[in-house]
């Protein structure tokens, strides 16, 4: 069990927990939303998906991320869900799905860090 989830059991401190699924979902929206918005700068400087090969490569690289963050924000709502339900309990089930959700935005963080260093020294 993650050590700050032991201590929403022992102690009931539901506000750090709730705050933090409620910012990374903020954070997600956002990110999504200045995605769509580069999209459009993008297109409005001519850079097309149908257009040169490396524009629609980067569509398609930005996009599936994109895709994972949608996914990702998903799983975050759920987990508020959940954690605003008023019989909430720390089950074994929940810090499973808890840990699922930070498992899951771990590995779409490094993938994406790993491909924007490997495109930077391409």
């Known amino acids: 069990m993650p ?11 539901l506000f750090p927990y709730r705050f933090g699924l ?3 979902t903020i954070l ?3 990110f999504v939303g200045l995605q769509y918005m580069a999209w ?9 998906l149908t257009g040169n090969p ?29 954690a605003f339900n008023l019989k909430f309990e720390v089950t ?5 799905r808890y840990r699922m959700v930070l498992h899951y935005w ?6 994406w860090i790993y491909l924007f260093i490997f495109l930077l020294i391409q």
């Open 22 to 24: 409620v910012l990374a």
């Open 92 to 96: 074994q089930r929940r810090i499973d």
């Open 54 to 82: 490396s524009g629609a490569f980067l569509y398609m690289i930005t996009g599936l991320h994109a895709i994972h963050v949608i996914a990702g924000i998903a799983a975050l709502i759920t987990a508020l869900i959940h």
């Open 106 to 111: 771990h590995f779409v963080d490094i993938l």
């Open 3 to 13: 050590i700050w989830l032991g201590r929403v059991r022992a102690k009931g401190l």
């Open 28 to 30: 997600g929206v956002c």
């Open 40 to 48: 459009g700068a993008l297109y409005d400087q001519g850079i097309e």
